[in-house]
């Protein structure tokens, strides 16, 4: 098992414990002999999730797509605006459309990258700080101050995971309306699906 030392870590920091085995079969084992168990961070819940890693996956481009929840960030209006403000000079008007349309999409595509950037690196710090204490909780007991700092990252997190679950929503509706099912089970074996195969479990350099 490689990543963590636990799996669990209680609310207060003081109790962990973990599930180091994955049950397979001997022809698992024949055609991935490789296979390991990672371990990944808990961010919001109690509980570490673990992968069993045997393949690497080759990613495609991505499409770019509107999402609902980007109009409640701050500077969406804005930029919509600046995209309208685009001249054009074609006397016909679905020429005009079709222009501020392409440009309101550009500019959405520049914030959105600068946005997304941010939220990360906002992401990475309170990760990182939600790990350190989750370390020295293996080996000491946490003071109240860490487990206050620790508890407001985690609330942090779960906040921004809140915006992700509309994001997800907004994208199982589309869909819906391609496929015609409206199967909640269905839509989560989706989301699951595609987070298996978007999953970076790890970077080879140099055969390490």
């Not at 890693?53 to 080759?58: G, S, V």
Request: aromatic content about 10%; glycine content about 6%.
């Amino acid at each position: 098992m490689g990543g963590k030392r636990y799996t669990f870590m209680s609310g207060d920091g003081k109790n962990l414990s973990k599930i180091d085995r994955v049950l397979v079969c001997e022809k698992f084992m024949m055609r991935w002999p490789e296979a390991k168990l990672i371990v990944l961070n808990r961010e919001v819940s109690d509980h570490s999730p673990f992968v069993l890693l045997t393949t690497t996956y080759n990613f495609g481009s991505i499409r770019f797509r509107i999402l609902n929840s980007w109009s409640d960030a701050p500077g969406y209006d804005v930029v919509v605006r600046k995209g309208l403000e685009k001249s054009c000079e074609s006397v016909f008007k679905d020429e005009c459309l079709e222009v501020k349309f392409k440009a309101i999409r550009e500019e959405l595509k520049t914030w959105r990258n600068k946005e997304k950037a941010k939220d990360e690196e906002q992401i990475a710090t309170a990760t990182e700080n939600i790990e350190k204490p989750e370390i020295e909780a293996e080996k000491r007991s946490l003071t109240e101050q860490e487990i206050e700092f620790w508890k407001g990252y985690k609330r942090s997190i779960k906040e921004w995971q809140k915006v992700k679950a509309k994001d997800l929503m907004q994208r199982s509706r589309l869909k819906w309306i391609e496929l015609g099912d409206e199967n909640t089970r269905f839509f989560h074996t989706l989301v699951n699906s595609h987070k298996v195969r978007n999953r970076v479990n790890g970077l080879w350099i140099d055969g390490s």
